[in-house]
C-alpha cells in the first residue's frame, strides 16, 4: 500500500513539474504570459517570451505596468507574423476606461514570441489613427452581427464615426481613401444586385398577399435611395447602407407566402456576402491606419 502511494505521489509530482514547465505554443498564450510578466516587472520572463535580446534592456516601455489585466480582442496570424489587439488601462488611470494597442509576435525557429521593439512602438508613439481605429473594430463587429436586425443605434455610431474621421489629419484619410472606396463599390454592387432581385421577385409573385409585397417594394426603394449615396463613398453614406440593409433583412424574415422562400435563401446568402465584405473593409481600414 505504501510502496503503490509513494508511486501515486510521484506521479503527481511529476505531473506538475511537466506543467510547470510547458511553454506557451500559441500567439495568444505567449501574448498572455507575456503581459502577465510585464505586470510582475519580471524582466527575465520578457526576455524568453519576446524578442528582447538582454533583459538588462528591459524598460517596460516607460510605464508602470503592476498588476495590469489586459483584455484581447481579435488575432489575425499572418504566417510567421501575428497581431492581437490588446486593450489595457488609460494612461490616466480613469477607471473602466480602455486604450487599445496591437500586441506584435513573430515566428522564431518555431516559437511565438513578442516582437518587443514593435510591440512598445505602437504602445509608446501611437498614431493619431489609433484611437479611431479601435472604434473601427467595435463598430465593425457591431455592423457585421446586425445587417438582420434593427439598426438605429448602429447607423447612429457610424453618423457619429463620420464627424470624428473628418477630425484626423488630411493624410491619414488620404491612407483610408482607398479602402473605402473599394468598400464603398462593393457594396453598392451588392445593393443593386439585391435590389433587382426584389424587383424579378416581385414581378414573378404579382399575386403574394399585399402585405408581402409593400414591404418589398419599400426594401426595393431603400435600397435604391441608399445605394445612389454610395457614388461618392463616405461614413454618413455607409450609415445610411447599413441601415437600409439592416431593414431589408428585417423584412426578408417577416415575408408569410411561400412563394418568396427561395429567393429569401438566395437574399440571405447575399447579406452572408455583404456582411463578409464589410468585415473585409473594416480591416482594411484599420491597416490603412497603421
Known amino acids: 500500500m505504501n510502496n503503490s502511494w509513494f508511486k501515486l505521489a510521484l506521479l503527481a509530482l511529476v505531473v ?3 506543467a510547470g514547465c510547458s511553454k506557451p505554443e500559441t500567439p495568444q498564450e505567449v501574448a498572455a504570459e507575456f503581459w502577465q510578466a510585464m505586470a510582475e516587472n519580471d524582466a527575465d520572463a520578457i526576455a524568453e517570451l519576446s524578442t528582447l ?24 496570424i499572418d504566417e510567421r507574423e501575428a497581431t492581437i489587439v490588446t486593450r489595457l488601462p488609460s494612461e490616466n488611470g480613469a477607471s473602466g476606461e480602455r486604450r487599445e494597442v496591437t500586441t506584435y509576435l513573430v515566428e522564431l525557429n518555431g516559437d511565438w514570441l513578442v516582437d518587443y521593439d514593435r510591440t512598445g512602438e505602437a504602445i509608446m508613439n501611437p498614431s493619431p489613427f489609433d484611437g479611431l481605429v479601435g472604434e473601427i473594430n467595435k463598430l465593425g463587429e457591431r455592423l457585421t452581427a446586425t445587417f438582420g436586425q434593427s439598426s438605429d443605434d448602429l447607423a447612429r455610431e457610424m453618423d457619429a464615426m463620420a464627424r470624428e474621421f473628418e477630425a484626423y489629419s488630411e493624410q491619414t484619410r488620404r491612407r483610408a481613401e482607398q479602402a473605402m472606396e473599394d468598400y464603398g463599390r462593393a457594396l453598392q454592387g451588392f445593393m443593386e444586385e439585391l435590389e433587382k432581385s426584389i424587383e424579378e421577385a416581385l414581378q414573378n409573385n404579382q399575386q403574394a398577399p399585399a402585405r408581402d409585397r409593400s414591404a418589398l417594394q419599400q426594401t426595393a426603394a431603400d435600397l435604391d435611395q441608399s445605394s445612389d449615396r ?52 473594416f480591416e482594411d481600414l484599420e491597416g490603412s491606419g497603421r
Do not use: H, M
Open 16 to 18: 506538475v513539474v511537466v
Open 53 to 76: 535580446a538582454d533583459p538588462s534592456d528591459f524598460d517596460g516601455y516607460d510605464r508602470e505596468w503592476f498588476d495590469t489585466v489586459p483584455d484581447f480582442g481579435r488575432v489575425i
Open 230 to 281: 454610395l457614388d461618392e463613398p463616405d461614413f454618413d453614406a455607409f450609415a445610411d447602407s447599413s441601415r437600409a440593409l439592416a431593414e431589408a433583412g428585417a423584412r426578408f424574415s417577416r415575408l408569410s407566402d411561400d412563394a418568396f422562400k427561395d429567393y429569401q435563401r438566395e437574399w440571405d446568402a447575399r447579406l452572408d456576402e455583404i456582411r463578409e465584405r464589410t468585415r473585409a473593409f
